[in-house]
């Protein structure tokens, strides 16, 4: 017998049998795309911490949809930057609020693309807190209990204008089960919630703070979003409590420096549909890399991307949607 019996780069010699071999691959059904809405007529604001991104009124909004409607999607999610921002962040209930009156364009221009909602208050109140602030506790800080209702009453309003799924993302405790009660009692049992259940304070969310102008005023979110350092076990209490208010789908966020815990939750619960967020941060870092000539953007991008869905997200929340979609066509 020649030795080694068992050679591993029998499988890896000819491209065909790499292909034939490969486990994780990547499908445009894995993405979902973040798009920012704002007020205005024929905006089209570049982002200049996300090269590549743009705020965009209804009108280019629409022409975004038409463009991206046939690439095959998973779907797009939707950050609105409202044109008053008060305390409470009422633009983001209000049936005429930016982010129903683009939900409404888009179902009319895309009747089959999946519309997903972020249910949050930080691009909404003057405060950028992702909640009610008061100083009940002896200090200014989110209102965890007064928050609740509202985001009930945002998700109902994005559900009628045609959200197809609610994220919510501010890590309010409680905010599936009040969320879920909200879209009951009002007739959307049907319309399913994506969690953001384990998002971590992280500082990976910088470039989308311009993004979506919800930078806080004042402090920071970590006396609600998780402590990086906390162990996965506390990810995996986040996730157990939203499932048991009835999350459909577990996100964890951000994606890269959390595929550890990305793992961890797909491994205890088989079966739960994981969504992972590849932020701002990581898309951002990228991008200035490759502006340099220092990394090549798309290599860069696809093996992010392969890394997240081999620890266990079939669904990838990323900037790179549009890009990803035409490089795994093959373009360059
Ligand atoms: C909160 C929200 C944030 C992101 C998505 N939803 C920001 C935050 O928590 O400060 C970050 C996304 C990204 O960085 O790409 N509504």
């Known amino acids: 017998m020649s030795y080694p019996a068992t050679r591993l780069r029998r499988l890896r010699y000819l491209p065909a049998v790499r292909e034939l071999v490969r486990e994780t691959r990547l499908e445009p059904s894995n993405f979902i795309l973040p798009l920012f809405v704002r007020d205005g007529q024929n905006v089209r604001q570049p982002i200049s911490s996300m090269p590549g991104q743009f705020q965009l009124s209804l009108d280019q909004f629409e022409l975004e949809i038409q463009r991206i409607k046939d690439l095959k999607l998973g779907g797009v999610i939707l950050f609105g930057i409202p044109p008053h921002k008060d305390a409470v962040g009422s633009d983001s209930y209000s049936d005429e609020g930016i982010v129903q009156r683009a939900l409404r364009a888009a179902r009319r221009v895309a009747p089959d693309l999946l519309l997903v909602a972020d249910a949050c208050f930080c691009e909404y ?80 969310y910088g470039p989308f703070r311009e993004a979506a102008e919800s930078t806080p005023r004042f402090g920071d979110r970590r006396a609600y979003q998780m402590d990086p350092a906390a162990s996965a076990d506390q990810a995996l209490r ?47 870092l990228v991008k200035a890399a490759a502006a340099k000539g220092w990394v090549d953007e798309r290599a860069i991008a696809l093996e992010s991307l392969t890394a997240i869905k081999r620890a266990g997200a079939s669904i990838i929340l990323t900037y790179w949607a549009q890009d990803a979609v035409a490089w795994l066509r093959g373009s360059p």
């Open 238 to 284: 986040e996730a157990e409590l939203d499932l048991a208010e009835g999350a459909d789908i577990i996100m964890v966020k951000p994606a890269l420096a959390y595929l550890d815990i990305i793992r961890a939750v797909h491994e205890r619960f088989p079966g739960v549909p994981i969504a992972a967020y590849n932020v701002s941060g990581e898309y951002s």
């Open 125 to 204: 109140t003057d405060h950028g807190h992702c909640g009610v602030v008061n100083d009940k506790t002896g200090r200014p800080g989110v209102d965890n209990d007064a928050t609740l209702p509202l985001l009930a009453r945002q998700a109902v309003s994005f559900a009628r204008a045609g959200a197809d799924l609610i994220a919510p993302s501010g890590m309010m405790d409680g905010m599936v089960g009040a969320i879920r009660g909200g879209l009951d009692e009002a007739g959307f049992s049907h319309v399913p919630i994506m969690s953001y259940a384990v998002k971590y304070a992280s500082a990976f």
